[in-house]
C-alpha cells in the first residue's frame, strides 16, 4: 500500500494574489492499493467516487507522464481538510494523486516536474507549490516551468484558521474580480508582496500588518463572506491580523502568540459556534510517502 499525506495549504496571504501559499499542519491521506476492478474510491461523498474523482484524475496524469499503463487501483480517502473553503482541498487531491501515481512506479518524477504537472491540473501553483514543498512559496510561471522560492517562517507566527460552515466557489470568487487594475495598483501590490515575505522570515507582526493589506481582490471577495467585518473585528480586537486564505471562505488570523491563539477561537466560537476553528503551525515538510 501507497499512503500520502498532504498539508493544506492558505493561498495568496493577502498581497500575493496567486503567487504566494502557504503549508500549514492540517493534513488529509490518501491510500492507493491494488485492485480487482479498475477503480473502487472510499472516503468521500459518493458522487466523487468515479472516475471523474480529482484524485484518479492526478493519479491517471501521473501515469501518463511516466508513461505507463493505469493500473486498477483502490485508493482510500482520509479526508481533514474542508472542501471549497481556501484551504487547498484541491491541492490535496492533485498532489496525492500524482505522487501516488509516482510512488507506485519508482518515484523517478523529482519535486519540479510533479509541480508542473500539478499546476497544469490546478491553474495555479500557489496552492500546489506548498503542499509539495512545504512552507511559504512565492511561484511563478515562465512558459511552462513553474519556479518557486521558498522562505522560512518565522517559529513565533501562530496561525488560526476560522472556517465558515458555508462555502465560497473560487469560480464566483475570480468571476467577481475586475478585469484590470492600474500602474499605481500594482506598484503598491509588489512592493507589499515582496515585504510581507521579509516580514514572514522575521515574524515581525507590525510589518506583516501593514505589508498584508491587499487592493487586488480581498476587497471585492470580502463581500462574499457575509461575516467577514465581523470577524475581522473579533480577531483586531486580540490583536491578530486577518486575511481571506485562498479564495475563501476560511478566514486566516496570524498572531505571534500561543494565547491570543486560543482567545480568538473562544471568541469567534461565541459568534459562530457553527464554525470550524485550528490553531496551525506552517508545515515545512510538504507531501511525503508515509
Ligand atoms: N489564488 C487562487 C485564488 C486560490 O485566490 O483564486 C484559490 O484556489
Not at 494523486?97 to 508542473?116: I, P, R, S, V, Y
Not at 522570515?201 to 476587497?219: S, V
Not at 475563501?248 to 464554525?275: C, E, Q, R, V, Y
Request: one cysteine or more; hydrophobic letters at 40%; a negative charge.
Amino acid at each position: 500500500m501507497i499512503k500520502i499525506k498532504v498539508p493544506a495549504t492558505s493561498a495568496n496571504l493577502g498581497v500575493g494574489f496567486d503567487c504566494l501559499g502557504l503549508a500549514v499542519s492540517l493534513y488529509s491521506y490518501a491510500s492507493f492499493t491494488e485492485n480487482s476492478e479498475k477503480l473502487t474510491i472510499t472516503g468521500c461523498d459518493p458522487k466523487y467516487q468515479n472516475t471523474d474523482n480529482l484524485i484518479y484524475q492526478a493519479f491517471v496524469k501521473g501515469c501518463q507522464a511516466l508513461e505507463q499503463d493505469v493500473p486498477n487501483v483502490k485508493i482510500t480517502i482520509e479526508n481533514q481538510i474542508p472542501i471549497s473553503r481556501g484551504l487547498g482541498s484541491s491541492a490535496f487531491c492533485v498532489v496525492a494523486g500524482l505522487m501516488g501515481a509516482n510512488a507506485w512506479f519508482g518515484n523517478t518524477l523529482n519535486k519540479e516536474q510533479l509541480l508542473d504537472l500539478a499546476t497544469q491540473i490546478e491553474g495555479h501553483p500557489d496552492n500546489v507549490s506548498p503542499a509539495i514543498y512545504g512552507q511559504l512559496g512565492a511561484s511563478f510561471i515562465d512558459h511552462q516551468d513553474v519556479q518557486t522560492v521558498h522562505f522560512q517562517v518565522h517559529p513565533s507566527l501562530h496561525f488560526v484558521a476560522l472556517i465558515p460552515d458555508y462555502q465560497v466557489s473560487t469560480e464566483q470568487a475570480r468571476s467577481i474580480l475586475p478585469k484590470e487594475m492600474s500602474y499605481q495598483t500594482a506598484i503598491y501590490q509588489i512592493g507589499h508582496a515582496v515585504a510581507l515575505t521579509k516580514a514572514f522570515e522575521l515574524g515581525d507582526l507590525e510589518l506583516i500588518k501593514t505589508a498584508i493589506i491587499d487592493k487586488m481582490h480581498e476587497p471585492f471577495r470580502s463581500k462574499l463572506i457575509p461575516d467577514y467585518p465581523l470577524a475581522k473585528k473579533i480577531v483586531e480586537e486580540n490583536s491578530g491580523i486577518l486575511y481571506i486564505s485562498g479564495s475563501g471562505s476560511t478566514l486566516m488570523a496570524i498572531t505571534n502568540d500561543n494565547h491570543t491563539a486560543d482567545n480568538i477561537i473562544a471568541d469567534i466560537k461565541k459568534d459562530f459556534p457553527a464554525w470550524e476553528a485550528h490553531h496551525l503551525t506552517v508545515d515545512n515538510q510538504g507531501a511525503t510517502v508515509v
